[in-house]
Structure formats: C-alpha cells, structure tokens
C-alpha cells in the first residue's frame, strides 16, 4: 500500500473511531552509496527507508506509534497504539496541532536526474585517481566516497493539513593520506550539493593540498592567543551548542539563553540566522516538523537574541508565537526543536589573518562530545591549525588544547570575515577573531 493509501485508511478508521486530533509524519528516502580504495570499489550500497509515525492528543496528551508496514490492519494498529500512549501519559504539559490558514513557500525544484551506480562509481574513482595524481607522497589509506539521496517528507493532520516537501542531494568526500619522513599526514574535501556541479580536480586537489599542508607540524608553548577560527571550525562550535537556541532546551533549564530574548548575548557584528530555504542549502523545506510554514528569521541580530527557536507547545508555555522550528529526528520520533539552515551571518573583513597580525589560526577541533559542555558552554578542545605571523599563515601546529567559553566567545568576537563556509550542509560561519584565548601546548 502506498502513502496516500495508508492515509485514507488512517483517515477512515479515525473517523469511525470518533478521534477529533491526530497527525500523520511520513519519511521515504532512497540513496546509493560508493567507497573507493586505492583505486578500486572497495563497496557500494543502495538502501531505501519509509516509515510513518502518527501523533494521537487525548485531553492534551500525545501519544506516539510509528510503523514501516503500510496495511489497513496496520493502520488501525496504528491507531490503537498511539490512542494507549496518550490515556498512558501523567505529564500536565498540553500538545497542539497546528491550524490551517499559514501561506507556505513553493517548494524546491527538484534535479530529477538521478545518477547511476556506474555514474557513481566514475565520479569516485576520478577522485581518486586525481589524488594520486597530485602528489607522489599521496599513499595508500587514500578513499572516497560518493553518495547520492532523494527523499520525501509528508503531513497530514485532522485540522487539514495535507504538505510535502521533496530534496536531494549529493556528497563527494575526498580522504587523503599523504606519506613524509616516515610519518603519515591526512586532510579531507567534503562537497555537498548537486554532483554534476562538482569538480573532481578541485575536491582531490583540495583534499591533498589540506594533508600536505599539515606536513612538520609542531606544538605551540603554552599561552594567551590571539585566535582565528576558520569558518569550518567556527561552524563546528555553533552546531555544538546550537541546542543553546532552543526553547524546548531553556525550559527544561539546560540553556543558558532561558529568559535573554531581547539581552545582548554577542558582539554588535554578529548576527546569526536561521533560514529553512538558504539559497545554497542543500535541504530546502516549507513547513517544519508540525506543519507550520518555515520562514528566515534572525536569531541573534546585531549581538542581541531576538528569539530562541519554538515549536506549537515551547511556544504556548512561554506565551510567544511558535518560530516554526518543530523537528522530528525521524518519522518515529517525538516532536522536539531544532534549526534549519543555521549560520552566523559573513561581514565585511576580507583577511582575518592581516587582522590578527601575530597569532594562532585554528582549522580543526577534536573531541567536542567530551570537551565542550553544551550547558555551561566550557570548552576544552584538541585543535589543529596554523601559526599567524606578521598577518600571514605560517608553519603548522597540532596538538594544542583551546580552552574557553561559547557565552564569551560570542561577546569577544572582534571581526567577522566574508568567507561563509557550511558543514555538512546545516550549520555554516565564516572565520572569526578572538584575542586572548587560552591556549595549552608544549
């Protein structure tokens, strides 16, 4: 039985069963995967996933119950599970379902050309093949991988929701090992989007030109720095402590941020948005985890928080609007809140390191799950990068612990560069400085 099937059924069974609130959440993809090492198809996969959750709300109560097997027993299956979780539930907090009359954006177009294994295959080992190529100390342990993936989401809820939105999208991931003095040096090219707008020269150039670049590196002596973040590990910082934006987190008192909408929480120059149809975004959606209409909104704007991110019930509980940021990890989850497309909006500087004049630029972070604390905002990471010397990138470092606080970090960031760069598609920055951080080395 396909979706639009089930949904009827669901619809039909509801009806008779006198069930006044309740949410279909639909997920399908599809996706094919190659690995390749050293120059040969090391493995490829495809793999297709569908499931729908549904959300039943009894006096104020959700309850939940996904399925994968689309059938009329299971739709009223379905149903009974989800009604038994809601009479089940003690909590005193209230659920909604949200109302028709939002304006939805139209959705993204869609590339309907989908690549072929063999496609794949080439786009990989050409790759490979080109970082081998671009330096004779490339070894093996060299890999990439290519992937591709469609899918659709879809709602429907008894108020009259009916809305889907569709992506795909590509990942071209280049792995170098590059061999030195008997010791091994690694460095990596990531590109997500479109694949027939990638370029295999660039992704393996690059690729290579990040591991050999790390070749001799050293340790620092310990110190106070002045420290550029580059743009990937600045966007790896705000996508550590990005659930220090949620309301859902505030109210349950592990954020920091809880009660600070309208406070200066940044610098002046720093700004950060949230925008479920960036241009660039790999994933573009309408309406978020619970149907309401997506929209951009500033975040922090100009150093002040403007909002912390809501869905329907975050939203009741502190007597706001919902911001349209409900999520769902999965068609199986709980609603919860998360952002979109999320990143600290580029200014106008267009070489950090001449602004620095003397310091450390730091492009690689480690150890982020034990080393920053998303609650205090503590931070204590294993970094890599490059000394700065008279403005200019200089010999590179490794090894080195950068140690301080997201909170303060976001009040001392000094300049903000033009060079917005996103990681894994989600969350992006540009590069950013900030003196006098704590730095452990040698």
Partial sequence: MEYKEFKEAVIRIAAKMQIAEYELYYEESESASVEIYQEEVKGYGTENRMGVGLRCIVDGKA?????????????????????????????????????????????????????????????????????????????????????????????????????????AYGVCLGMALVAEGGELYDGSKRKTGRLQDFDIRDIAAEAVEDAVSTIGAGSVPSGKYTVVFSNKAMATLLQTYSDIFSAEQAQKGMSLLAGKEGEEIAADIVTIVDDPRYEDGIIKRTFDGEGVAAYAKNVVEKGVLSTLLHNLKTAANAGVKTTGNASRASYASVVGVSPFTFYIQPGQEPDLLAAAGDGIYVTEMMGLHAGANPVTGDFSLSSGGFLIADGKKSAPVKNFTVSGNFFTLLKEIEKVGADLEFIRGKYGSPSVLVRNLAVAGK
């Fill in 63 to 167: 309850g939940y119950a996904s399925t994968e097997n689309l059938t009329e027993e299971e739709a009223a299956s379905l149903i009974a599970r989800a009604l038994d979780n809601a009479r089940s539930i003690e909590s005193e907090e209230k659920s909604f379902l949200h109302e028709k009359g939002d304006v939805y954006a139209a959705g993204a177009e869609m590339d309907e050309t989908v690549p072929t294994g063999t496609e794949l295959m080439d786009m990989a080992l050409g790759v490979q093949k080109e970082m081998y190529q671009a330096d004779s100390r490339v070894s093996d342990g060299t890999q990439t991988y290519t992937t591709y993936t469609r899918g659709c989401c879809a709602l429907y809820n008894s108020n009259g929701l009916d809305l889907e939105d569709r992506t």
